[in-house]
């Protein structure tokens, strides 16, 4: 997208500095995030709004285009890479100005799988949504889950799985949770290549989440629910 | 038999039709709808064993990169197809499509591959499983022979080597699970593995339940 080779951020107003970005993201170029990223606090900018308007905003181009099949997996993760670079600037400038808390989520991909791109991915967007992420990794057995959404008192749990031989253990986790008596205690989101809204109903999650974006806007969601339901009740 | 042969050695195994699918112009009573990743060892298969009743019509191999559209694919070509035969066979395991295929199979009544996919029917479903092998990444024959047009170039390595660890980071080896005794193949797999970073092995394993598959299907009436 961007072309011009020598462009100076710097010189750009801030509409077209953040529309910059977006191309910027698209293109996954770390060092112009950064320094975008820095050109913007320079000017006066909340690190809550630069995260949510510009690197956020233009994650979200990047997602839709993905799942449009216009860009592809190492496109996405060059553009991860590059929101990656503007939120490590911004992480503890977020923590100091006390931006909106939206809710703790516990994260990790099941037990006998090691693929995380996905799960990284949903991490980092949920981070950029203000939501707190405790990722536990990879290859993680059911205590992990339940042991940590416990002492994090977290509202969220998300499982990723990426085999179709490693998707039904997140039906163990929530059965475990059932079993417990703590199932109805955390919104339970899923997510990989080969799963479907189905097996998400059939396992008993509360929602199956296509992608990063749309894991973002289903916590957002059901957290919001789960907060009116707690004040109604 | 098949006349359209395609030419497994080729990325694009067989896409002479608008939906990437081998015309067919066999007169078997049986159709083989398969992935291109298997026609060599499918083909090879049949000359050996004089299967002249199983017609093969391959899906391009690539779709393995999309396993979402694979089902869509497979059912294109058994409805379009089916009436023309005794039986029609699915020569694809589940192959990441979390048991979408499974259940297309089930509709349609016809069978298919019952593994998680081609790297478990060719050792052995059981065995395979037994291994649980989580950090190995494995390449069969097909994918050793096309690794730059499956692997490196549709992941971006060639573009973007530091994107290596994002994919290969959390494995350990690369496995692969030969059906040919060729050393120069092998020797190209063992290429890979270096260039993955990974410890290599090399398993032989044959036509594994491939062959005992087709040789069920093609004895049955």
Redesign the interface.
Same mark, same amino acid.
């Given at each position: 997208m961007a072309e011009e080779d020598d462009l100076i951020l710097s010189e750009l107003d801030d509409d077209e500095l953040v529309q910059q970005m977006f191309d910027d993201l698209y293109d996954g170029l770390k060092p112009e995030i950064e320094e975008a990223v820095n050109i913007l606090l320079e000017r006066g900018w909340e690190p809550y709004d630069i995260l949510t308007k510009a690197l956020v905003g233009g994650m979200t181009i990047v997602g839709n285009d993905f799942r449009d099949g216009i860009l592809f997996v190492p496109e996405v993760l060059l553009a991860a890479n590059a929101m990656k670079g503007g939120m490590a600037i911004l992480k503890p400038l977020l923590v100091e100005t006390g931006a909106p808390k939206m809710g703790k989520m516990v994260i990790g991909t099941v037990k006998g799988d090691i693929h995380d791109i996905g799960k990284n991915l949903v991490s980092m967007m949920m981070e950029g949504a203000g939501f707190e992420v405790v990722d536990l990794g990879i290859n993680n057995p059911v205590e992990n889950y339940i042991d940590t959404a416990k002492a994090e008192e977290a509202d969220i749990v998300g499982m990723s799985a990426l085999l179709t031989t490693t998707m039904p253990y997140m039906k163990v986790v929530i059965d475990t949770m059932i079993e417990q008596g703590i199932r109805d205690d955390y919104i339970v989101l899923v997510g990989g290549a080969p799963l479907n809204e189905e097996f998400g109903k059939a396992i008993g999650a509360d929602a199956y989440c296509r992608d990063a974006a749309v894991a973002v806007e289903t916590a957002k969601l059901l957290v919001a629910r789960k907060h009116n339901r707690m004040s109604a009740g | 038999m098949t006349t359209a042969i395609p030419d497994p050695d080729r990325a694009d195994v067989v896409t002479p039709d608008a939906d990437g699918v081998s015309p067919l112009e066999g007169g078997g009573r049986v159709l083989l709808v398969a992935c291109g990743a298997l026609a060599h060892e499918i083909l090879h298969l049949k000359r050996i064993n004089g299967w002249d009743h199983l017609d093969l019509a391959c899906l391009p191999a690539i779709l393995h990169n999309r $396993? !979402?559209r694979i089902p869509d694919a497979v059912h294109a070509v058994v409805t379009r197809n089916s009436s023309e035969y005794d039986r029609v066979c699915v020569v694809y395991a589940?192959c *990441? /499509? *979390? *048991? +979408?295929l499974q259940r297309l199979c089930d509709r349609l009544g016809v069978e298919m591959i019952r593994a $998680?996919h081609c790297y478990a029917f060719f050792e052995g479903v059981d065995s395979f499983?037994e291994r !649980?092998e989580? /950090?190995a990444f494995y390449l069969t024959d097909f994918l050793v022979r096309q690794f730059d047009a499956f692997v490196w170039r $549709?992941?971006?390595l060639d573009? %973007?080597p530091e994107?290596h660890d +994002? @994919?290969f980071g %959390? @494995?350990e080896a690369l496995v692969y699970l030969a059906q040919s005794e060729d050393p120069a193949l092998t020797q190209q797999a063992a290429d890979h593995a270096q260039r993955l970073g990974l410890r290599f092995e090399r398993r032989k394993t044959g036509y594994g339940e491939l062959a005992t598959t087709l040789e069920q299907w093609a004895s049955q009436d």
């Open positions: - | $396993p !979402d589940d *990441g /499509t *979390g *048991g +979408a $998680p499983i !649980d989580m /950090t $549709p992941l971006g573009r %973007h994107l +994002a @994919y %959390h @494995y």
